[in-house]
């Protein structure tokens, strides 16, 4: 697995100062880890996938950075919240996305769906996206922030079991 | 009073140095007419101008931050309200423009008025001024406004008004101009 601390430090030093969303039981070693690293990002608990985007366009708009967590259930929320605010207004922020529905998760019919359709949503809203591997993690997430800030928009990171 | 009034009452108390995040459809196009300019006029995310808001307000702790929205942006996000009670940040007011109406898409009815505001605000324990009524008088309304303004922490001043909004045009930035200007502005 991914160090949470180190992950979280690493996107400290990308300029994230904020972060935002709704929990996924895939990244509650990571969310634990927040109060750690409470002075140098500031989690905020949204109630909803889209008001996380709205908080994140809200952070973009002042300036500053921030990463949105949820899990693709979450992802399958927040389609006008991409559209008509984060895409339309070129707010560059990061989504991290657990990848619910596959394997691991056949005991849990309320995914099945999302996770067959996660990448083509993900594509039909023009989103890039990245597997994020614990292998090599560092530059995979490079590689999305340098798309994120050419295009100035969202990308995504999709989250397996057993990754963060 | 007419919701586009009280914006037009607010602009006069305004020092300009705010940012304004309005909702979508005639409230941005108020805002935009009525207001210094530039502001974050949102076109879309309805039920997000108050989240929007907060994200602002924690980036720009220097800056007053005030969300204004219409009653029918309110009630479809209300768990915002949890979130910035929760978050409560002093630089945070926020306007709500009850018409009772969907007055951009036709003035269909909204299922706001059976709320009773100071209870719902108090609820959530959000800070929050007596609700402006509807035959108010300008000043008392004026009053409410700088109360509102004045504030020192996280407020919400809920406005109940007729729906009577004048034509205007669209406003003619793009949303990516809109985000530039944000930009620009921070110097
Ligand atoms: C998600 C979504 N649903 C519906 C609409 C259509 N719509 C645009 S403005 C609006 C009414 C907004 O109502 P309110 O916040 O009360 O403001 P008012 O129009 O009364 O000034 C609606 C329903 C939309 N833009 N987005």
Redesign the pocket.
């Known amino acids: 697995m991914i160090n949470p601390s180190e992950f979280l430090t690493f996107l400290r030093a990308k300029g994230f100062s904020f972060a935002t969303g709704v929990p996924c039981s895939y990244f509650s070693r990571m969310i634990d880890k927040f109060e750690m690293h409470q002075e140098s990002i500031t989690y905020i608990p949204a109630t909803r996938e889209d008001e996380a985007v709205g908080i994140a366009s809200g952070v973009t708009f002042g300036g500053a950075r921030a990463f949105v967590i949820m899990q693709n259930s979450g992802y399958a929320t927040i389609g006008?919240a991409l559209t008509?605010l984060a895409q339309l207004y070129r707010l560059p922020m990061l989504l991290i996305i657990s990848w619910r529905g596959l394997e691991p998760d056949r005991d849990f019919p309320e995914h099945s769906l999302m996770g067959k359709v996660t990448e083509a949503t993900l594509s039909s809203y023009q989103v890039p996206y990245w597997e994020l591997e614990i292998e090599d993690w560092q530059r995979t997430i490079e590689v999305a922030l340098t798309k994120m800030e050419e295009t100035s928009r969202p990308v995504a990171l999709l989250v397996k079991q057993g990754v963060l | 009073m007419y919701?586009y009034e009280i914006i037009q009452e607010l602009a006069t108390l305004l020092s300009g140095e705010e940012i304004i995040v309005s909702?979508?459809?005639?409230?941005s196009r108020q805002v935009y007419n009525y207001c210094k300019q530039p502001q974050i006029y949102l076109r879309?995310?309805?039920?997000l101008p108050i989240s929007v808001g907060l994200g602002v307000a924690l980036a720009r702790p220097e800056k007053q931050i005030l969300t204004i929205?219409?009653?029918?942006?309110?009630?479809?996000g209300l768990g915002s309200l949890s979130t910035i009670s929760y978050v409560r940040p002093s630089n945070l007011k926020i306007l709500i423009?009850?018409?009772g109406?969907?007055?951009?898409?036709g003035?269909?009815a909204?299922t706001?008025g059976t709320l009773n505001y100071t209870a719902l605000l108090d609820g959530f324990g959000l800070p929050n001024i007596v609700p402006i009524q509807r035959n108010d008088a300008v000043e008392s309304i004026k009053e409410k406004i700088q109360l509102w303004l004045d504030a020192p922490e996280l407020n919400i001043l809920p406005a109940l008004v007729d729906?009577k909004?004048p034509t205007l045009s669209n406003i003619p930035l793009h949303p990516e101009e809109i985000a530039m200007l944000q930009k620009h502005s921070k110097t």
């Open positions: 006008d008509s | 919701g909702s979508n459809g005639n409230i879309g995310s309805m039920g929205l219409g009653d029918g942006n309110l009630l479809m423009i009850d018409n109406v969907y007055a951009t898409t003035h269909q909204t706001s729906a909004p």
